[in-house]
Each structure stands twice: as C-alpha cells, then as structure tokens.
C-alpha cells in the first residue's frame, strides 16, 4: 500500500482517506469538498463523522464503532489509528494514521509531511487512543 503524503498541517485524515481508496490526494480532496468536507475544519480530526462518510464514498467498508486500542498485535490486519491524541478546552483531537499487517509484518503509514520515513515501526512512540476496523473489499 502507497503512502498518501498529506498537504495541509490538518489534512491527515484525507490523506488516510487516499491512502486507503488507493487515489491521490488531490482527488480525495476535491471529493471532500464537493460534499462539504474541508481539511481546514478541526472536526475533521476531532470528529469520526467526516472521515467515515469519505471511505464511504469510495466504497470502503468499515466497522461501525472505533475501539480502544489494547495492543499492536490485537488490531486486525487493516485499520485507521487516532495518535498524539490530546484534549483543547474541552475538544479531542488527534493524527490519522493507516496500521496495516501483511504477511505477518506490520508497519503503520503516516501521511505527516515532516516525516523522512511515513512507513514506521517505531510503535512504542506512537501510543494510539483507539482505532476504526478496516474490512476488506
């Protein structure tokens, strides 16, 4: 799976979006705005909403409820994580990133431009709040 690199401070959501829908981020953007979806809104990394109802309209099938995160080896095989989660006057907030295992080996793609490396193993700095199921197609 291609990293999708993301080109705004708050577009990491959108490129997961990419990431997964295998498109660019140009065109996932263009999608999020024709419905209403702006990587300037906060909600977008605050709020499931607008995320879930992108991978939707690429046909991406995802479970209903995110889930706590317990462990790197009990995630399934494909999912969208929340890290560097924090609160700001009441609101949460926090990065999108992609987890997916492959052959037993599992890496984590994050979209962050200020990264050298966006596919990581470094899974001890990451520390996820909780995760969104991604089924296969």
Known sequence: MKVVIQEETTGCGL???????????????????????????????????????????YRIRIAEQERPFTSWQTLPDKALLSIRYHVEQGRPFWHWVVFVRENGTSVVLDPAKYLSNHQRTDFDQMQPKWFIEIEDR
Request: charged share 30%.
């Open 15 to 57: 490129a997961c979006v990419a990431t997964l829908a295998n498109r660019s981020y140009a065109e996932v953007k263009a999608l999020a705005n024709r419905i209403g979806i702006f990587a300037e809104d906060r909600r977008l990394y605050s709020d499931t909403h607008y995320v879930r109802r992108l991978l939707t309209e």
